[in-house]
Each structure stands twice: as structure tokens, then as C-alpha cells.
């Protein structure tokens, strides 16, 4: 059985997982592959829950399918191992460029609900724009020992 919801901390991790995913995917695997990283288990749906995680799944998933069609099974037994492993790394940022430009527009679609309904309400960008307010962090509602 699942436990509480995912951490921040755990979710970023899993991301990394699958943007640096090489193999054949699956949820099962992905979950075979978590429960030592993360020491507990988690459910397919549990995961799928959690938007960046379902959408670097997604990425990786046509990573493994595009990776299939072009390379043979065994790899380039001519390539250097040195270039071997440039290329896998140059894969990998290419899976968390396209993972990080995901977020953009995710984001971008959020910001542009939100500005219209507050457009909509009647809030002007002006009102919008403004600085939050200091904080104070010595305020506090009762007072402190030793300060009086």
C-alpha cells in the first residue's frame, strides 16, 4: 500500500530518474527501479497524479521509442567510450531541456488563466504588480523570553 503524499524533494528525484532514464519504460519498472532510491512504494496512479512527474514520463516514454528506432540493440561497437558516454549526456540534457520548456508552458498557461480572471474581477496589472510586504521577522503575537 502507498504512503502519504510525495515530497517535493522525492518528486524532483524521480524527474531526474526519468530524464536520465536509458532502457526500456514502463510504470513497473519505474517503480521497481524507485523503491530503493526512495524506500517506499508508490502506485502507478500516485505518480501519474503529480503533473511534472506524468509529463517527464510521457518525454521519456518517446525518448525510449525514438532511441529504439535509430540505434541498432548492441550500440556502436566503434564508438569510443569517451564519446559513448558525451553522447548519453548530451541526451540527457536534451530530456531535461525539453522536460524544463514542458514547465515553461505549463506555467505560461497558468500565469494567463490567472491574469485574465483577474482581469475579469476587475484588478488592474498595476495592482497586480505590487511588492509584497516586508517581513517581519522579529514580530511575533506573544513575546520571547529574554526580550521584553
Given at each position: 500500500m502507498a504512503e502519504a503524499r510525495?515530497?517535493?524533494?522525492?518528486?524532483?528525484?524521480?524527474?531526474?530518474?526519468?530524464?536520465?532514464?536509458?532502457?526500456?519504460?514502463?510504470?513497473?519498472?519505474?517503480?521497481?527501479?524507485?523503491?530503493?532510491?526512495?524506500?517506499?512504494?508508490?502506485?502507478?496512479?500516485?505518480?501519474?497524479?503529480?503533473?511534472?512527474?506524468?509529463?517527464?514520463?510521457?518525454?521519456?516514454?518517446?525518448?525510449?521509442?525514438?532511441?529504439?528506432?535509430?540505434?541498432?540493440?548492441g550500440g556502436d561497437p566503434d564508438l569510443p567510450p569517451e564519446l559513448a558516454s558525451a553522447l548519453r549526456r548530451i541526451d540527457n540534457l536534451k530530456a531535461?531541456?525539453?522536460?524544463?520548456?514542458?514547465?515553461?508552458?505549463?506555467?505560461?498557461?497558468?500565469?494567463?488563466?490567472w491574469l485574465y480572471n483577474a482581469r475579469s474581477r476587475g484588478i488592474s496589472d498595476y495592482d497586480l504588480s505590487q511588492p509584497l510586504p516586508p517581513v517581519d521577522r522579529d514580530k511575533s503575537d506573544g513575546k520571547r523570553e529574554g526580550k521584553r
Open positions: 510525495l515530497t517535493g524533494a522525492e518528486v524532483d528525484k524521480i524527474v531526474n530518474l526519468l530524464t536520465t532514464w536509458q532502457g526500456k519504460l514502463s510504470w513497473e519498472l519505474l517503480l521497481r527501479r524507485m523503491r530503493p532510491l526512495l524506500g517506499r512504494d508508490f502506485t502507478r496512479q500516485g505518480l501519474d497524479k503529480q503533473q511534472s512527474i506524468s509529463i517527464a514520463f510521457k518525454q521519456a516514454k518517446e525518448r525510449t521509442r525514438i532511441r529504439a528506432k535509430k540505434a541498432p540493440a531535461e531541456v525539453e522536460l524544463l520548456q514542458a514547465e515553461k508552458d505549463r506555467l505560461l498557461e497558468r500565469f494567463a488563466t
